[in-house]
T-cell receptor, first 116, second 111 residues
Framework: ETGVTQSPTHLIKTRGQQVTLRCSSQ?????VSWYQQALGQGPQFIFQ???????GRGNFPPRFSGLQFPNYSSELNVNALELDDSALYLC???????????????FGPGTRLLVL | DQQVKQNSPSLSVQEGRISILNCDYT??????FLWYKKYPAEGPTFLIS?????DKNEDGRFTVFLNKSAKHLSLHIVPSQPGDSAVYFC??????????FGTGTRLQVFP
């Protein structure tokens, strides 16, 4: 049990719609990273938030956006959904961003998104 | 461009024997490497890590070896147990917490 929770667990959307996924970080963790895991692939880094500011971004288009709140919960928003956005979305929280605590990324169970 | 590669999608090992999971990388900037374990319906769980200044790190039954010249790392599990059956991801990073993951190896440990 890592203390990182995500909601919802499953979601079905249609192409063109918008979706918001939520993550509640482990208590005291000020950094959250979001990953997309397509079927048969490893997680791919989307972006990271550190103290409510974006702190690094992977190779994802601007329709993927995020927010981090003062209570360290966070959101991943995806606009104009495409079929290829179907994947497991994972958030991971850690105590410090960009520092030495690399191994302490604690992952949530993920939200499985299906786009039809 | 797959910077971190796990070329074996699956591995089957008898209980009590050694499991060896392999990982190759292409980016010489990577300065730390991690192994994560993932059960179905759960997020990845951190297992063990190694800094690029080391060539070996051990934690109980788990040992990670790093060969920088070959850009290769491996995870050894000795002895393997049925509870080790899971998907194992290697990941690499540098400077930030952005991790680059491999595609995973499914380990099955049978009695």
């Amino acid at each position: 049990e890592t203390g990182v929770t995500q909601s919802p667990t499953h979601l079905i959307k249609t192409r063109g719609q918008q979706v918001t996924l939520r993550c509640s970080s482990q208590s005291g963790h000020n950094t959250v990273s979001w990953y997309q895991q397509a079927l048969g692939q490893g997680p791919q880094f989307i972006f990271q938030y550190y103290r409510e500011e974006e702190n690094g971004r992977g190779n994802f288009p601007p329709r993927f956006s995020g927010l981090q709140f003062p209570n360290y919960s966070s959101e991943l928003n995806v606009n104009a959904l495409e079929l290829d956005d179907s994947a497991l979305y994972l958030c991971a929280s850690s105590l410090e961003g960009g520092g030495n605590f690399r191994e302490t990324q604690y992952f949530g169970p993920g939200t499985r998104l299906l786009v039809l | 461009d797959q910077q971190v590669k796990q070329n074996s999608p699956s591995l089957s090992v008898q209980e009590g024997r050694i499991s060896i999971l392999n990982c190759d990388y292409t980016n010489s900037m990577f300065d730390y490497f991690l192994w994560y374990k993932k059960y179905p319906a759960e997020g990845p769980t951190f297992l063990i890590s190694i800094s690029s200044i080391k060539d070996k790190n051990e934690d109980g039954r788990f040992t990670v070896f790093l060969n920088k010249s070959a850009k290769h790392l491996s995870l050894h599990i000795v002895p393997s147990q049925p509870g080790d059956s899971a998907v194992y991801f290697c990941a690499a990073g540098y400077n930030t917490d952005k991790l680059i993951f491999g595609t995973g190896t499914r380990l099955q440990v049978f009695p």
